[in-house]
């Protein structure tokens, strides 16, 4: 809304979880039917988390990188994108989302990295640049973007392999936000494992230390995002009323 605000408390908001569900839904209604999106995470071919090509001393790619337009990820297949409908209104958020994912791996290690986006709408075309400036019609402004790194899940002091196929609950946060999603904007949680080469790459086979990973620890593996039932993953949203 472009105004400053005095909070007499931090966080304001009250936890309220958006749920990821069928069909690339992401929604308030949490959903009964159970189930998983699934995709391939390979270490030789990382998620950028700005786009190619990338030069880490250019300041003027480093500084924006993190409300850059997501739609350069949005369409590949190692990243999975949940969407909800327009909003009817105002959804003010202040406070640091939890992120609450159900996931499970074919690797013993993994990293799953969870961004909070705004959508805006997209309903009607517009020129490249209005008056001058970048045009931000469908464009995807991250809100919170965070990753977690799957061998510290019980314990930071002492990371652990992750059992094939078994589903786990990981829990973290993104960071403090005071953002409000406007009317006819959708929310959007895209989960993906790498942010590469912000973050170094998980072999997703477990290792003692991954600095010493050798060439061939770095394997494939399939990723599976649960949803629904007794696996509802979902973002806590700090609501403001």
């Not at 997209?122 to 995807?140: F, H, L, V």
């Not at 599976?224 to 007794?230: D, E, K, P």
Request: avoid cysteine.
């Amino acid at each position: 809304t472009n105004e400053w605000e005095e909070s007499p408390r931090w966080p304001m908001g009250s936890q309220k979880p958006i749920y990821l569900a069928d069909s690339g839904v992401a929604t308030f209604d949490k959903p009964s039917a159970s189930g998983n999106e699934e995709y391939i995470s390979d270490p030789a071919k990382p998620v950028p988390f700005i786009p190619r090509p990338i030069d880490m001393g250019d300041s003027l790619q480093w500084k924006p990188w993190l409300v850059h337009d997501q739609r350069f990820v949005t369409g590949r297949p190692d990243v999975a994108v949940w969407t909800s409908a327009p909003l009817d209104a105002s959804v003010h958020i202040m406070g640091a989302p939890e992120v609450q994912l159900f996931a499970s791996t074919t690797g013993t290690d993994s990293d799953w990295v969870v961004k909070l986006i705004d959508v805006y709408p997209n309903d009607i075309p517009e020129p490249a640049t209005q008056g001058g400036k970048p045009s931000m019609a469908g464009y995807e402004l991250p809100i919170g973007i965070e990753i977690f790194r799957g061998r510290y899940r019980n314990s930071f002091a002492q990371p652990s392999a992750i059992v094939p196929n078994k589903v786990e609950r990981y829990t973290w946060t993104l960071p403090n936000v005071d953002h409000v999603f406007l009317p006819g904007h959708r929310i959007m949680v895209q989960v993906q494992s790498s942010l590469f080469p912000l973050y170094d790459r998980n072999p997703q086979t477990f290792v003692p230390n991954i600095m010493y990973a050798k060439t061939g620890d770095y394997q494939k593996a399939t990723q599976r995002v649960w949803f629904g039932g007794a696996n509802a993953s979902a973002i806590l949203l700090p609501i403001v009323k």
